[in-house]
C-alpha cells in the first residue's frame, strides 16, 4: 500500500521553473515504479514522466522532454518532477502515481494516486 502527496503547485509565468513534489508513505514505496500524469480543463488525464523502482530508468512525454526531470529520493520517500521553461499548454492539475509492477504510459497501469495538485502557466 502506498499513499501519495503532492505540492509545490501554483501560478507561474512562461519560461519559468517549478519543482513538484510528492510524498509518498508505506512500506513498499522503495519498490514501486513512479510516475506522473497531468489532466488539463476538459482533456483526458496524460503521461507526463516515469521512474523505475532504481531510479536508473526514466520516460518522458514528448511535450516535456527536454524541460522537464523526474527524480526520486529512497531515503526520504519522495519524488520529484523539475519543470523547466514552462508553456501555458503545461497548464494542468499534476497527479503522483505509482504501482508495484507497471512501467509505463498507460494511466490504468498505475494502482495509487495522489490528489493532484494545480499548476497554471500564465503572464
Known amino acids: 500500500q502506498v499513499q501519495l502527496v503532492e505540492s509545490g503547485g501554483g501560478l507561474v509565468q512562461p519560461g519559468a521553473s517549478l519543482r513538484l513534489s510528492c510524498a509518498a508513505s508505506g512500506r513498499t514505496f522503495s519498490s514501486a515504479v513512479m510516475a506522473w500524469f497531468r489532466q488539463a480543463p476538459g482533456k483526458e488525464r496524460e503521461f507526463v514522466a516515469a521512474?523505475?523502482?532504481?531510479?536508473?530508468?526514466?520516460d518522458y512525454a514528448d511535450p516535456v522532454k527536454g524541460r522537464f526531470t523526474i527524480s526520486r529520493d529512497k531515503a526520504n520517500n519522495m519524488v520529484y518532477l523539475q519543470m523547466n521553461s514552462v508553456k501555458p499548454e503545461d497548464t494542468a492539475v499534476y497527479y503522483c502515481?505509482?504501482?508495484?509492477?507497471?512501467?509505463?504510459?498507460?494511466?490504468?497501469?498505475?494502482?495509487?494516486w495522489g490528489q493532484g495538485t494545480q499548476v497554471t502557466v500564465s503572464s
Open positions: 502515481a505509482a504501482d508495484q509492477n507497471y512501467f509505463g504510459r498507460r494511466r490504468n497501469g498505475y494502482d495509487y
Open positions: 521512474i523505475s523502482r532504481s531510479g536508473s530508468i526514466t
